[in-house]
């Protein structure tokens, strides 16, 4: 606390991200970043980017990139909206769209970012508990409110919803924005994005971090109705107007154009994540069923906190959230096959002790 800071300043709660330690050999399954490295195309095309035309800006508008998501997704590019990391989209998407007198509603266990922008923004909301299941119930958003927002798969649950549940809630709530982030959504669901045609109140976020291996480059989109990106382009043209620099739009592209090699890596996580489940399942351990890159697990017989701490000290990192309702819960990124079962034998060694 200091005198010199804003009074909003003061009552901030920011996000805690997932920690990057500096430590070799560390087998890092806490932040749900993708095993394989990007398509070897999105490298070679950042080279390219790489000349003196870096002492120009960039495209503020980013309309190659634009275009390019457009024509995957079979819409326009006035409906998609670009940013730096779909957590910079997703702070536009708070203060342009989800700040009503009405509450936003999300649910109690979700991405902890919303409650974190809620107090940026000074957003109303309220918290929508999971079923006893871990599952997001939709008739519990039978309320009145300002705007939904929900994670599909839901992170750090993995649980998804279908797309038929997912127009049921658009159905009932067509006079507010509802906002669906399908971080994880290449992992075993079904994006929701043609649905935006028949719903002007629908807006989807995407990010290239987790599918697309591009962490590192910080891209992340949303789409939906022209009006619903006009919103976010006036919040970002009084923010950044170069929120995407020339290595960002070129790596982004090549990695949206690589659709082989985007098949292939998403289905190597998922064949993965079966057999870490299976491997757990083993140790007598309760996995949620995942769609995302990662798996939420707890043992009836182990501290999940002590589990964590037992797996650090052998240099392999897991996230453990101290939150009461999921504190006896792991969550745990898929890695390559081996780091997982790498995972797998210290459990057992852990359990066994
Ligand atoms: C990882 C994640 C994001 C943010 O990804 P960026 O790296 O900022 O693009 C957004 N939503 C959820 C649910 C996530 O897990």
């Known amino acids: 606390m200091s005198r010199f800071w804003s009074p909003i300043v003061q009552t901030l709660t920011p996000y805690v991200p ?11 399954l806490n932040t749900n970043e993708n095993p394989f490295g990007p398509s070897p195309r999105v490298l070679e095309a950042i080279k390219a980017e790489t000349a003196d035309t870096l002492r120009l800006y960039p495209d503020p508008n980013a309309d190659r990139l634009k275009q390019t998501i457009a024509a995957y997704h079979g819409i326009a590019a006035n409906e998609v909206f670009v940013g730096n990391g779909s957590d910079e989209v ?3 998407v708070f203060m342009a769209l989800l700040n009503h007198e009405k509450p936003l509603l999300f649910a109690d266990i979700t991405y902890s970012f919303y409650p974190t922008y809620c107090s940026l923004y000074g957003v109303k909301h309220r918290v929508v508990p999971l079923d006893e299941n871990m599952r997001i119930r939709l008739a519990d958003y039978d309320q009145e409110c300002g705007a939904i927002i929900i994670a599909n798969p839901n992170a750090p649950t993995g649980i998804l919803l279908s797309t038929a549940e997912i127009e049921l809630l658009l159905q009932a709530h067509p006079d507010v924005v509802v906002v669906v982030d399908e971080a994880y959504v290449d992992f075993g669901g079904e994006t929701v994005i043609p649905l935006i045609k028949r719903y002007p109140n629908l807006l989807v ?11 590192g480059l910080r891209v992340g989109f949303a789409v939906g109705h022209p ?15 170069y929120p995407l620099d020339r290595l960002a739009i070129a790596g982004s592209v090549a990695a949206i154009e690589d659709e082989s090699y985007f098949r292939r890596t998403c289905q190597g996580v998922i064949d993965t994540r079966e057999k870490l489940v299976a491997g757990l399942n083993l140790l007598g351990f309760d996995v949620l069923p995942s769609a995302a890159n990662f798996i939420f697990a707890r043992h009836p017989q182990h501290d999940a906190a002590t589990l964590a701490a037992n797996l650090r000290a052998k240099a392999i990192l897991v996230r453990h959230f101290k939150q009461e309702r999921i504190n006896q819960y792991l969550r745990i ?21």
């Open 227 to 241: 009006e619903l990106i006009e919103a976010l382009d006036r919040v970002k043209n009084s923010f950044n107007s």
């Open 18 to 28: 997932g920690e990057q330690p500096k430590i070799t050999n560390l087998i890092k």
């Open 90 to 92: 997703l702070a536009h």
């Open 333 to 353: 990124s898929i890695g390559t096959d081996a780091e997982c079962e790498a995972l797998v034998d210290a459990l057992q060694q852990i359990i066994a002790q």
């Open 205 to 215: 976020i995407h990010t290239l971090s987790k599918s697309r291996s591009l962490a």
